[in-house]
């Protein structure tokens, strides 16, 4: 999941006092050393052509420093370098706490991503949809230009939106961030997104028939507006956003992987070949796979949708289906039994990470730890973001962050469901304590926590709301 917030996409990090210990015996490369040589290929490959991508999207000099706490390497165009550890604290470079955990950085003088790569890639995490592949290598250097691409394209040198799209939507969507999968799953409206997705991608696939795929995304798209309006409000943002990161990051990959980066016809040959339909539920995937593909779909129609999305508050599926009429369609009886046994395995393997942290949200015997976005440093990460009737916040769960707190204090969350919690104009993580756990202790208005998935020591305040009290950690 490249787990991201509109504008400003990010994973929490923190860091590692450790030691540069990253050298190998004589005449050995570490695993991490391999990794930047097989990077380099790429970044030398692609980045030099990134404008040809995206207009403006300039990577020929940017730098990926890659590290794991232990070493460090500088990898760009030119090649792939160890740097100490200690030259990364001299430039305020935090080593990201966890695998796929990054930040926009400058390096010497020149902009870049510090990302702690994922060294193995599971043989079943493959992509089904051909999006992600299963080369360490190849995710890290994806993952390293679509996360550029929101902070050196989308955003400006002040980190303002630099596409006058991107207020609008923002406006639009009512400041709301909408990745949030409801628990236990809704099929429809995922039923409706997925055939979008999947229409889209056989018109991109299929040109003889391209006016019948783009008719049925039409009718999936306009089918998913008037019945959930909600969501058509907030999902035109990242559809936006996440959508053309997505394509820039595919488009990356694509050209890492063939003959000659520029070539679109090898470009067009390797996405169609590799990309398949979606018979999952994933809402928080689908702007990332909606946006990207009618971005493909438009390039192969020569329409310019690149400069219109950033002009215009609209989407890359409504400059592709502008004009088209929808035909009615009929939810294909294989997606419908996909979608539905996909649902079940999700809720109930999610269930565990949910169900307690709602209830225990709502004890009145358990405390509410509230800690500011504000004081977080880094990123933030987790297993997927969900919602509840019981408790209709957006829920992070599996979080992965770091903050710095009042008095030195700190806090680290590896693994623990937490929830945004708003309260008068600022965004809180919360999170449930038992206060008979003997990992957690409160003196005063210190608090002590000491389990592996909720680990500091700082300043509270607190106080009772409606009979449960709230602890709310103290920022510097």
């Known amino acids: 999941m490249n787990a991201a917030k509109p504008l400003a996409p990010a994973l929490l990090c923190t860091l590692l006092a450790t030691a540069c210990g990253g050298s190998s015996a004589a005449g050995e490369t570490s695993p991490l050393e391999d990794m930047a040589a097989r990077l380099h290929t790429h970044v030398a490959k692609v980045w030099p052509h990134t404008g040809r991508i995206w207009p403006g999207a300039d990577y020929s000099r940017n730098v990926l420093l890659i590290t794991d706490g232990r070493a460090a390497y500088a990898v760009d165009t030119a090649g792939h370098r160890e740097v100490p550890l200690a030259d990364l604290t001299a430039s305020g470079i935090e080593v990201p706490a966890y695998e796929r955990g990054f930040d926009a950085i400058t390096w010497k003088g020149r902009r870049g991503i510090v990302v702690r790569p994922q060294m193995t890639v599971k043989a079943d995490a493959e992509d089904p949809t051909g999006f992600d592949s299963g080369d360490a290598a190849l995710r890290t250097f994806g993952l390293a230009t679509h996360e550029q691409f929101h902070s050196y394209v989308q955003q400006d040198a002040k980190g303002d939106p630099a596409w006058a799209s991107l207020p609008a939507l923002a406006d639009r969507a009512g400041g709301v961030d909408d990745r949030a999968q409801h628990y236990p799953t809704e099929v429809e409206p995922r039923s409706y997104r997925t055939m979008v997705y999947n229409s889209l991608l056989a018109a991109y696939q299929d040109p003889q028939r391209r006016r019948d795929h783009l008719a049925a995304a039409a009718y999936w798209q306009q089918t998913w507006a008037r019945t959930y309006p909600n969501e058509a409000k907030s999902q035109p943002l990242l559809d936006t956003m996440e959508g053309s990161a997505r394509y820039v990051e595919s488009m990356a990959v694509a050209m890492a992987t063939v003959e000659d980066p520029r070539d679109r ?25 909606i946006g990207a593909t009618a971005l493909f779909t438009a390039d192969a129609m020569s329409l310019d949708a690149r400069k219109r ?103 680290s969350v590896n693994g623990r469901t937490v929830a945004e919690v708003p309260l008068e104009g600022e965004l809180y993580y919360g999170t449930p304590l038992d206060p008979a756990d003997p990992d957690v202790s409160l003196k005063g208005d210190r608090l002590v926590l000491k389990s592996p998935e909720l680990k500091g020591e700082f300043t509270v305040r607190s106080e009772t709301d409606d009979g449960q009290r709230v602890l709310y950690a103290r920022t510097p």
């Open 309 to 411: 999305i950033t002009e215009e508050p609209v989407t890359p599926q409504q400059v592709v289906l502008r004009g088209v009429k929808p035909v009615r369609q009929t939810l294909p009886a294989d997606v419908r039994r996909a979608l539905t046994a996909n649902a079940a395995r999700a809720d109930k393997k999610i269930a565990p990470d949910i169900e307690p942290f709602v209830a225990g949200m709502r004890d009145k015997k358990k405390w509410v730890l509230l800690v500011p976005q504000s004081a977080a440093k880094g990123t933030l990460g987790g297993t997927g973001f969900y919602t509840t009737d019981q408790l209709p916040l957006t829920i992070i769960a599996k979080a992965r962050l770091s903050f710095a707190l009042d008095g030195g204090g700190s806090l």
């Open 265 to 289: 016809e090898q470009i067009r040959t390797r996405l169609t070949g590799t990309l398949r339909p979606l018979k999952s539920v994933n809402k928080g995937f689908e702007p990332y796979a």
